[in-house]
């Protein structure tokens, strides 16, 4: 089970986590598995079409998906996937 580490500010959407695992061998798969078990995340996480919102940076072990083969990247069980949300203001 790859280990996803979540945005504290978000936790309140995922039972109060900001790390859990979860069972997936894409990084597409983990994300609709996180959506399907915690919907009320879904909002927060995609947007109307379907796609991860483009505030939202997804890094594996590290490296940012875009640089990687995106929602098709393979997962094996020790990686680390964490979601970042960007931040803007001034």
Not at 13 to 31: R, W
Not at 58 to 68: M, P, Q, S
Request: net charge negative; glycine share 6%.
């Amino acid at each position: 089970m790859a280990l996803v580490r979540f945005p504290p500010v978000m936790k309140f959407y995922v039972d109060n986590q900001t790390e859990f695992s979860v069972t997936a061998s894409t990084v597409g798969e983990l994300i609709a598995s996180v959506v399907q078990k915690y919907p009320q995340v879904k909002f927060h996480l995609l947007d109307s079409a379907g796609a991860v919102r483009r505030h939202f940076n997804i890094f594996v072990n590290g490296t940012h998906i875009r640089d990687l083969d995106e929602m098709q990247t393979k997962l094996n069980d020790d990686d680390k996937v964490i979601l970042m949300a960007s931040a803007a203001g001034g």
